[in-house]
């Protein structure tokens, strides 16, 4: 069994974290993307998280993103195969349940590249927002202490709602 979830007070390391792991992966893959941000709730200062860095690569092309399976084990990250997200590959670096750092990789400027930004953006634009998810994810980690899959899916409402304000202020 993985760790229990735990929702962290926000550590400005998290920021100085993501950085040192950016550069390892870019030194690590260089040609093979397009940008690398960091995203999550780790990303988002004021915000209590998970203490795991979630990071994106954007790329021109997912079908060739097995050619950087080798360069990226070699600083520690795991391919997961997730057969239920075609529109994204992933990496985990640290043991299953209990990993450090997730890299989630996107076409670069696609939907899902462009919604994790969003998301983001829009929780560090908007407190009381922030604020609402931070008490959900308290919440969350309370009820499903063992079951990230549960936790993960219960915070859907939440995105798919600040998502809809995103897609509303933008048709203004």
């Keep these: 069994m993985g760790r229990a979830i735990t929702i962290e007070k926000n550590h400005k390391a998290w920021a100085h974290e993501y950085i040192v792991e950016k550069i390892k992966i870019e ?15 780790t990303a988002i200062p004021g915000l209590g998280a998970k203490p795991i860095i979630d990071m994106m690569i954007g790329v021109d092309d997912l079908e060739k993103v097995h050619k950087m399976n080798e360069p990226l084990a070699a600083i520690g990250y795991t391919h997961v195969y997730h057969q239920e997200f075609p529109d994204r590959r992933f990496f985990r670096k640290g043991e299953w349940r209990k990993g450090t750092h997730h890299l989630h990789v996107y076409t670069y400027n696609g939907t899902e590249w462009v919604a994790r930004q969003q998301f983001r953006d829009y929780l560090i634009a908007h407190k009381e927002e922030r604020k609402a998810y931070e008490t959900l994810k308290r919440s969350l980690a309370e009820r499903y202490r063992n079951d990230v899959v549960s936790y993960t899916n219960a915070k859907e409402p939440f995105i798919q709602e600040i998502m809809a304000k995103i897609a509303y202020e933008e048709s203004l």
């Design 27 to 41: 030194q690590n893959i260089k040609g093979h993307f397009k940008a690398i941000e960091h995203i999550g709730s």
